[in-house]
């Protein structure tokens, strides 16, 4: 199966970028498509983690605003997993390191790949790594972020069994917190009890 660009235009070049493409793919059944216009949103990678205490059996998740949630009857603050984009020469892994200090005063270890996803690949091209990680729970809380980019993140330290009360109960809804707590869900028992053999 292949695929050409025809043409490609740059809508928007802030933040993000918005691009205008004209292409064409071959079909499953053969032949090839006509001309198509496709819009794509090119964001940068991402990297997030879900920091856990095997000791007192609680993670660490984070509430903040979000304007794509806005019109959302709950409101637009939304109960998400820590998360950045990556900077240039940065490793995924060492996103999730500098944002769990930056966005709740956590130090990490242990990190475990989770998943990685597409985003939305209809419109865009993020790709988000998941990890998961040991982390020291008491003391943990309050509000975090960086002033200069606009952060005002509140730090959750809640129990297992609650967090999963949460994702039942759709409190939790995007994607980021719902697949981590998914794979949290499947491997929690044998992950506490590894981890809290080696302390």
Not at 105 to 129: F, L, M, R, T
Not at 130 to 158: C, M, N, Q, S
Not at 163 to 183: E, N, T, Y
């Amino acid at each position: 199966m292949k695929w050409s660009v025809v043409s490609n235009k740059l809508l928007y070049g802030g933040f993000f970028k918005l691009y205008r493409f004209e292409l064409k793919h071959d079909l499953f059944d053969g032949g090839e498509s006509p001309v198509l216009t496709r819009e794509l949103l090119d964001r940068h990678h991402a990297a997030a983690v879900l920091p856990y205490d095997p000791v007192r059996d609680e993670l660490v998740l984070i509430e903040q605003f979000r304007i794509g949630a806005a019109e959302d009857a709950s409101g637009p603050w939304v109960m998400e997993i820590i998360a950045g984009l990556l900077e240039p020469g940065e490793t995924a892994e060492q996103l999730v390191h500098r944002e769990a200090m930056e966005e709740a005063g956590c130090i990490i270890a242990d990190v475990i790949p989770v998943h990685h996803y597409y985003s939305s690949p209809g419109s865009s091209n993020e790709k988000i790594q998941i990890y998961f990680a040991r982390t020291e729970t008491e003391g943990l809380g309050g509000i975090h972020g960086i002033d200069e980019e606009g952060e005002d993140i509140r730090v959750h330290v809640v129990s297992s069994d609650t967090a999963f009360d949460w994702l039942d109960q759709g409190r939790i809804d995007s994607a980021l917190p719902i697949i981590a707590l998914q794979w949290f869900r499947l491997n929690r028992d044998k992950i506490r009890k590894q981890w809290l053999e080696e302390i």
